[in-house]
């Protein structure tokens, strides 16, 4: 379910069956780096929005968590930390971070839910169709991951 009145009203509804949220994570970044970063959110952002559909019912896709890119990494992994801890308090059993940002596999341990890393796919100069390839591809694998991350709590 998405972050959208309805579906929200739907998850609050039938809540006891949506056991997983996900959070993309995005870093936001001016300068050189700039392009770079708005083509890691679209790349994630469209991967997320497919995911979701894929497992609309059991998972609530959460907004981003986005911070700026230079910034410290403690402090983002602390204020990361506070989204974790209320969405347990939330009565998620599962929590899936997505994000293109290879950083994060240095803190991948401090969190208590699963981090996924994938690089992204310039998808800038590709065709919509070329697009949806892409990303259907890259949702089919992470089917599997997910599946087995519930498989091994259950």
Do not use: C
């Not at 770079?36 to 609309?56: D, G, K, N, Y």
């Not at 890119?69 to 990361?80: A, G, R, W």
């Amino acid at each position: 379910m998405k972050w959208i009145p309805q579906e929200v009203e739907t998850y609050l509804n039938e809540k006891e069956y949506v056991d997983t949220a996900v959070i993309p994570l995005y870093s936001v970044s001016f300068g050189d780096e700039m392009k770079q970063s708005a083509a890691m959110a679209e790349f994630i952002t469209l991967l997320t929005f497919h995911l979701e559909r894929q497992f609309t019912g059991r998972l609530l896709l959460i907004p981003p968590f986005t911070y700026i890119k230079n910034e410290k990494s403690d402090i983002v992994i602390n204020e990361l930390k506070k989204w974790e801890e209320y969405i347990e308090e939330s009565e998620f059993k599962h929590i899936f971070y997505i994000t293109s940002e290879s950083e994060w596999k240095l803190h991948e341990e401090s969190l208590t839910g699963s981090l996924i890393w994938i690089p992204s796919i310039p998808l800038e100069h590709m065709n919509e169709s070329q697009k949806m390839s892409i990303i259907d591809s890259q949702v089919k694998q992470l089917l599997n991951l997910f599946t087995r991350k519930w498989h091994e709590i259950e």
